[in-house]
């Protein structure tokens, strides 16, 4: 796991020197890596066991010069992967898979998006704008990293987990998504969990309360009435 760590932090340190990090939101399990500032002085310690490391971008993606990213991390190890018959594309490396992402829209599409400006191409999918719109900056270990606020992405995760077909899933998504809203209420960010509720369509809303009705989360229930 120190080698996965030590490569995740030297592939943002590798963006954020090539000017990307100003655009890119880290999302997925290892935006936790991050909350632990957000949640500093608080018992809050995820373990982060996935080589999934997901990159929303957002569309159109503005940056000042085109960057190779797979040229970028190829003294790394990384190669590149195309991923099942639409070609998404994914680099690949032994402790690390990177993909790029970006909100699905409309009708959707099983085509990858392209994103010349990074010479790769990203997977749409349902539910990130919510992401998009709500990013926090966290600044740790000479990084600013745009991340989900916690908020926002702990009642992603409920929602994405409602969706899942795999029990093994589903369960890390809810475990995920109630550290996290356990920090927010020791910390005393009631608020901002009521807040980025409000900010969900009524369709979402019900389908986070479903969640913690199954769960029996009364606390969180409680909060966002």
Known sequence: MEKRYALFLKVLRQFQAAGLMEELILIGSWCQHFYRSYFEGQRYTPTIRTRDMDFLVPVPLQIKKKVDVEALLRNEGFVVSFSGGSGYMKLMHPDLILEFLVPERGKGTDKPYPLPQLSMNAQP???LDYLLQNIICI???????NVPHPAAFALHKLIVSDRRTKE???LKDRKEAFAILTALVKKGDTVEIKNMFGKMPARWKKRVIDVLKKTENVEIIEILK
């Open 125 to 127: 999918l349902r539910f």
């Open 139 to 145: 600044e740790a270990e000479g990084l600013k990293v």
């Open 168 to 170: 093994e899933k589903l």
